[in-house]
Each structure stands twice: as structure tokens, then as C-alpha cells.
T-cell receptor, first 113, second 112 residues
Framework: KQEVTQIPAALSVPEGENLVLNCSFTDSAIYNLQWFRQDPGKGLTSLLL?????REQTSGRLNASLDKSSGRSTLYIAASQPGDSATYLCAVRGIQGAQKLVFGQGTRLTINP | NAGVTQTPKFQVLKTGQSMTLQCAQD?????MSWYRQDPGMGLRLIHYSVGAGITDQGEVPNGYNVSRSTTEDFPLRLLSAAPSQTSVYFC???????????FGEGSRLTVL
């Protein structure tokens, strides 16, 4: 059974810092991995999706990498801003079945002005 | 263009009561799903549907029923609510143009 873990559960950094969020998964047989952002009381917004054949994806100040063999993904946020404060979740989709995502517990990120 | 709409946003039930959480989408997406989010446990898949008339169970289906009579709607029914079903419920959809999931804003359910 696939298990997804995100450490740390919470992270607080000053504005302007570059930071890395971690995601690990136990079964390397994945179809893709997604990173989501969740603001308090809101739904999830997809940030980046990495297919199993890819190593990384970039969108603006965000860069996500995938190392399938070691079961790890990182989300790099450059030049952090207070507006980046949110909970970030990663989710993996297995190679079989429909879009049955397995989510990590999330990392709650706070950027201090 | 509303995207994914969930109703109600908040609901309080007593143990044993029944209710239906509604999910409607206007993006003509074939895939629809229900997740529940609990503190410290991330999101867990309850049921999903790959098209009208087709549903299947996810990771935590017990205590929940679904049906999909139209492409637009995917209601989640709690037949006899239990305190363990206190959670935030999210509906998510996806279309054949890409793998991204679109989420509703959630329905917060408390069972007393």
C-alpha cells in the first residue's frame, strides 16, 4: 500500500528565503506526482504535476523535482513571499486504475514579513 | 463558469441522521471523486466515478453511498451518520484534456 509522508509538518521562515519542502513515497510504481496548495478554509489548487518519466517541472518561482528510484520529491520555492503562506500537499497517482491519488499530510508554511 | 460547486458548506448532524453532500461541475469532466480530510491524515479517497453510471470505491468507502446519473452531478450520501464521519469533504474532478484535479471549496460536516 502506497504511503506518502511530508516532513516537516510545519515550517516558518522569513520573507525572501529560498526553501525546500519534502515529500517521500514508499512505492516507486507511480504514474505521476502532484503538488497542491491549500489556503485555510479552501479547496486545493494544483501547482505542479510531474509525470513518472520526468525529473522536474517549473512554474514561476516554483520548481518540483522527482526521484522515483529513491521515492522522493521536493518543492523548491524561490524568494519566498508572505502570500506563499499556505499548506502544501503532495499526492501520488499509482500506475493502475483511475486518478486515485494518495496524499501526504501536508506541510504548513508560514512566511514572516 | 463556476467550476466545482459543493453544497452545503457547513452542516451539523446528530448520530444516525442521513444527509447528502452535493457536488456539481460545469466543466464536462468525466472523472469525479470525493475525498475526506482529517487532521494529520491528509486527504483520503472515499468514492470516485469515471463517467455517468460508473462508480467505484476508494480507500475509505464504508458508511457512504454515491451515484452518478449525469455528467454534472456526483452526490455523496451518508445513510446513518456517525461521529467518526466528522470531517471536511472535498469533491474533485478531472477531464480528458489533462491529469489535473480541480477541487471544490469543501463541505465541513460535524456529527454529534
Amino acid at each position: 500500500k502506497q504511503e506518502v509522508t511530508q516532513i516537516p509538518a510545519a515550517l516558518s521562515v522569513p520573507e525572501g528565503e529560498n526553501l525546500v519542502l519534502n515529500c517521500s513515497f514508499t512505492d516507486s510504481a507511480i504514474y505521476n506526482l502532484q503538488w497542491f496548495r491549500q489556503d485555510p478554509g479552501k479547496g486545493l489548487t494544483s501547482l505542479l504535476l510531474i509525470q513518472s518519466s520526468q525529473r522536474e517541472q517549473t512554474s514561476g518561482r516554483l520548481n518540483a523535482s522527482l526521484d522515483k528510484s529513491s521515492g522522493r520529491s521536493t518543492l523548491y520555492i524561490a524568494a519566498s513571499q508572505p502570500g506563499d503562506s499556505a499548506t502544501y500537499l503532495c499526492a501520488v497517482r499509482g500506475i493502475q486504475g483511475a486518478q486515485k491519488l494518495v496524499f501526504g499530510q501536508g506541510t504548513r508554511l508560514t512566511i514572516n514579513p | 463558469n463556476a467550476g466545482v460547486t459543493q453544497t452545503p458548506k457547513f452542516q451539523v448532524l446528530k448520530t444516525g441522521q442521513s444527509m447528502t453532500l452535493q457536488c456539481a461541475q460545469d466543466m464536462n469532466h468525466e472523472y469525479m471523486s470525493w475525498y475526506r480530510q482529517d487532521p494529520g491524515m491528509g486527504l483520503r479517497l472515499i468514492h470516485y466515478s469515471v463517467g455517468a453510471g460508473i462508480t467505484d470505491q476508494g480507500e475509505v468507502p464504508n458508511g457512504y453511498n454515491v451515484s452518478r446519473s449525469t455528467t454534472e452531478d456526483f452526490p455523496l450520501r451518508l445513510l446513518s451518520a456517525a461521529p467518526s464521519q466528522t470531517s471536511v469533504y472535498f469533491c474533485a474532478t478531472s477531464g480528458d484534456r489533462g491529469p489535473f484535479l480541480f477541487f471544490g471549496e469543501g463541505s465541513r460536516l460535524t456529527v454529534l
